[in-house]
């Protein structure tokens, strides 16, 4: 270690800042992945008697047919946005400040979208039978498009994040401080030579088009999955865009919890300026009155048509059984977010962070909001409202899913640089330069007649 | 073809269940303990619906006995991922045990809530054992099940009538619901053919269907109480 240790010393500022995480790890990291690695276990273990015995081992019944795991599911892939979307947009538009983040937010999305994905297998009657998704394909059931959009994005996320990974993994193989022979293999063949860098920006600017409409398309049919059925409050054309901006604002939230803690543990305060968080603070913001215009819209359409199915399960929300996690939602995706990031004083990293802590519970609360209600009150008035409590067992899978997911994103700090070295390095280079010529493109030539 | 269908007199329905209980065990359908009744696990593919309406002491109880409505638009079989959930040439919507992968969403799907999910694999006493119905097949844990219209006993029918040479006639198919009813409220039979007691019932000013305006277009029709 000492070897490397020195190695890193003779590194350029930005790299060795951006990389001690990859050489060094204290104490406390192995004590927070040791507890994250005995809960993840346990949610195995819970799944393993899941699979032995069968379902039952959850607290679902009928007409409770979805719970926990498909809210996990719902939840995690709309967590997914954080990355790829986020990170494409801001690229597109050429926000400068994004240097710094798309990195950490393209890691969310692919690891998170493995652990959204595995959910609805987890809620699987028949995991062994599995395959059979393939082999008698049904196209026109919502269930299948998933499968395809989910499959799609977690490719172009991952090459995604491949991609514009690479000038830094040719980096750590130059500089020789970890594992040369993986990297020497990642890094394939990169030299940063100018042709090579010319290609590799084409692609990333055609990829980071071409995954808005893959994202895009994963969140619309997730919930679509819902909206394609005759359930009431479940069968609203809003459900398609309604997802697609609740995945993006969880999306950002997660991202600024993480950004937190990223700068804390490995201090990285300089990369994370508060700048970046007034920034996404203020797409925080956008996103909770969005939240706050599309949840207003869907409830007023259902009250307004005051339709008998649709009524029981809106009062059961509003004012029923279910009153305390819909007021919580309320509380937590729009009065905590809007009241904190509408101010400048509170959009610092340590007000985002508490916007973001209530955002990803909220938006939590939200997918519960829609999968159990409904769920419980079936349209037909004969059939009595049923109850649900999650076991034991779904609580220890859900635990354990969201302890793998921060386990493996901790994982990944130890090999890759959570922050791009060759972005910061052009931004210094290229950028600082760029941009006043790009700013002066915008006005009249001064004097007018000169060009 | 015919088009299989049931009409059920709600007038003459007693509440008896016993449709409930010949259903069961024609379809071996297997008991659950109490504590998973109370969960609202029991499966019923078959069950009599009640209904309390207006307040004591001027209550009356009504009863609807509801079996799969083997919809001629699905719901469920629409978002079948592997199509293990199909609706057959003659009307019956069925279930592939064998290919069902257990995600439920046809058990969501469907507005009348039909469908049933075995959440452990099935227990039989010693005596059920004995008597399961050899042709009915059992279900293993994690698949959706439902009423098939004891199909089955179609295809027993049809070998009978053939080696018999000769036609299908009404009383060769029967459900066992619809066998056992003691006041004759369900009859059964092609939809499409007048000569068929369903194909007038079907036609008369009483007949209704469940959520009519989903336009799900149920095959088992009710007469509405005349009181």
């Not at chain 1, 790890?25 to 015995?53: C, D, E, I, K």
């Not at chain 1, 706050?292 to 029981?312: I, S």
């Not at chain 2, 009744?37 to 307040?55: I, N, Q, T």
Request: glycine share 6%.
């Amino acid at each position: 270690m000492g070897d490397a240790a020195s190695k890193l010393r003779d590194l350029p500022e930005d790299a060795r800042v951006i990389l001690r995480p990859l050489v060094e790890t204290t104490w406390r990291f192995y004590a927070v992945a040791g507890l994250l690695g005995a809960v993840a276990l346990w949610g195995l273990v819970a799944y393993y008697l899941q699979f032995h015995s069968g379902l039952g081992r959850t607290g679902l019944n009928q007409p409770e047919y979805w719970g926990i795991y498909i809210i996990d599911f719902v939840f995690f892939i709309g967590i997914s946005h954080a990355g790829t979307l986020i990170s494409a947009i801001l690229r597109i538009s050429k926000a400068e400040w994004r240097r710094a983040i798309t990195r950490s937010a393209e890691f969310i999305t692919v690891l998170v979208i493995g652990f959204g994905a595995i959910q609805p297998i987890i809620d699987l009657g028949r995991p062994d039978r599995l395959l059979n998704v393939f082999k008698h394909a049904q196209l026109r059931s919502p269930l299948l498009w998933d499968v395809i959009s989910i499959g799609l994005y977690f490719t172009a996320s991952t090459i995604y994040l491949y991609l514009p990974m690479l000038p830094d993994l040719a980096i750590i193989r130059d500089a020789g401080i970890k594992a040369p022979r993986f990297y020497r293999w990642l890094a394939a063949g990169y030299r940063d030579t100018p042709e090579q860098r010319n290609r590799l920006e084409r692609a990333i600017g055609i990829l980071a088009i071409v995954v808005i409409p893959l994202a895009v398309s994963v969140h619309t049919v997730i919930g679509w999955i819902f909206a394609m059925t005759l359930r009431p409050m479940w069968h609203s054309t809003i459900f398609g865009p309604y997802f697609v901006m609740g995945a993006i604002y969880s999306g950002i939230a997660a991202l600024l919890i993480a950004m937190v803690v990223l700068r804390r543990a490995y201090r990285l305060e300089e990369y994370f300026r508060p700048v970046h968080f007034d920034y996404m603070g203020r797409l925080l913001l956008l996103f909770s009155l969005l939240w706050l215009y599309f949840t207003f819209a869907e409830y007023l359409t259902a009250f307004y048509g005051g339709e008998h199915a649709e009524m029981r399960t809106f009062w059961a929300k509003v004012s029923g059984p279910f009153a305390v996690p819909f007021w919580t939602m309320v509380l937590c995706c729009c009065v905590i977010p809007l009241g904190l990031m509408c101010r400048g004083a509170t959009r610092t990293p340590r007000g985002t962070l508490y916007a973001s802590i209530a955002v990803v519970i909220g938006m939590w609360l939200e997918r519960f909001n829609i999968v159990v209600p409904t769920s419980v009150n079936p349209r037909w008035e004969f059939e009595q409202a049923a109850r649900y409590f999650p076991s034991w067992v779904e609580l220890s899978i859900m635990a354990g899913t969201f302890a793998g997911f921060i386990l493996l994103y901790m994982v990944a700090t130890k090999f890759f640089p959570i922050i791009s070295i060759w972005e910061i390095r052009e931004g210094r280079e290229v950028a600082k330069h760029e941009v006043p010529e790009r700013v002066a493109s915008y006005l009249p030539p001064d004097p007018i007649g000169a060009a | 073809m015919p088009r299989w269908g049931m009409v059920i007199d709600l007038d003459r329905c007693t509440g008896c269940a016993a449709c409930e209980v010949a259903c069961k065990s024609e379809n071996n359908v297997p008991a659950v303990s109490p504590a998973q009744a109370d969960m609202g696990r029991a499966v019923s593919w078959m069950k009599v619906m009640v209904l309390v309406e207006g307040d004591f002491p001027d209550t009356t109880l009504r009863f609807v006995p509801r079996p799969c409505m083997h919809c001629d638009n699905p719901p469920c079989v629409k978002v079948c991922p592997v199509a293990a959930t199909y609706l057959s040439p003659e009307g019956i919507v069925g279930q592939i045990y064998p290919r069902c992968i257990g995600c439920r969403y046809c058990a969501n799907a469907c507005p009348y809530t039909v469908k049933y999910f075995n959440w452990f694999a099935p227990t039989w006493s010693e005596s059920e054992r004995a008597h399961l119905n050899p042709d009915v097949s059992v279900r293993p844990k994690g698949v959706i099940e439902k009423c098939t219209f004891c199909h089955h006993r179609l295809q027993k029918a049809r070998e009978d009538a053939r080696a018999e040479g000769r036609e299908l006639r009404e009383s060769d198919y029967q459900p066992a619901c619809a066998e056992v009813c003691p006041t004759a409220a369900i009859a059964f039979g092609d939809l499409d053919n007048p000569q068929h007691l369903v194909g007038t019932l079907s036609h008369e000013p009483r007949a209704t269907r469940l959520m009519e305006e989903l336009g799900t277009e149920p095959k088992v029709y009710y007469l509405t109480p005349r009181t």
